[in-house]
């Protein structure tokens, strides 16, 4: 149990575009579900941490105009790149906690999205 | 000073080896600590987690923590090539609300 799946896997794009990434919790219902940004050999970067039916709280520097994230219902969050640009060219990956909530603060992770922007 | 640090190599060592990966912490308040595994191009696993200061041990991987120094490591013993990968430490914050990352160990072991 506890699978993450995101779609696309891959996009390419031009510049200007909008993209959008889905994450979906296939066997368990999300409180909350985590987007972060990887680049190249670093780490992971907090975008914003999403829960069902509020607005998603936005880290320091990331622009929520830029990255709209919607989290219509339990099992299923969204991240909007609007209007990307070749700096948004990036790994993104999306994580989901539990209902019932582990003391650990235990993230499933998605497999990531490849977003290139032309 | 960053609430995680760890050193992000990369670690290359032969198959067979005994690896060590660590992290240190700034905060004496955390308790729970983890370790994730991403392969490349992949999203990050949990692999082990512990509470509090100790030892906890899953096959060939030990996951210790030391809070009098605020010292984190995961232990393998006899590394494969299929452990390559990188690893990357983790600490619940802000109530458990978010997680904290270190910066990801890359890892090679070569056959």
């Known amino acids: 149990g506890a699978v993450v799946s995101q779609h696309p896997s891959r996009v390419i794009c031009k510049s200007g575009t909008s993209v959008k990434i889905e994450c979906r919790s296939l066997d368990f219902q999300a409180t909350t579900m985590f987007w972060y940004r990887q680049f190249p050999k670093k780490s992971l970067m907090l975008m914003a941490t999403?829960?069902?039916?509020?607005?998603?709280?936005?880290e320091q520097g990331v622009e929520k105009d830029k990255f709209l994230i919607n989290h219509a219902s339990l099992t299923l969050s969204t991240l909007t790149v609007t209007s990307a640009h070749p700096e948004d060219s990036s790994f993104y990956i999306c994580s989901a906690k539990r209902m019932d909530r582990s003391p650990y603060n235990e993230q499933f992770f998605g497999p990531g999205t490849r977003l290139t922007v032309l | 000073q960053k609430e995680v640090e760890q050193d992000p190599g990369p670690l290359s060592v032969p198959e067979g080896a005994i690896v060590s990966l660590n992290c240190t912490y700034s905060?004496?308040?955390?308790?729970?600590f983890m370790w994730y595994r991403q392969y490349s191009r992949k999203g990050p696993e949990l692999l082990m987690y512990t509470y509090s200061s100790g030892n906890k041990e899953d096959g060939r991987f030990t996951a210790q923590v030391d809070k009098s120094s605020k010292y984190i490591s995961l232990f393998i013993r006899d590394s494969q090539p299929s452990d390559s990968a990188t690893y990357l430490c983790a600490i619940p914050s802000g109530g458990g609300f978010k997680t904290i990352f270190g910066a990801g160990t890359r890892l090679f072991v070569k056959a």
């Open positions: 999403s829960n069902e039916g509020s607005k998603a709280t936005y």
């Open positions: 905060n004496s308040a955390f308790q729970y």
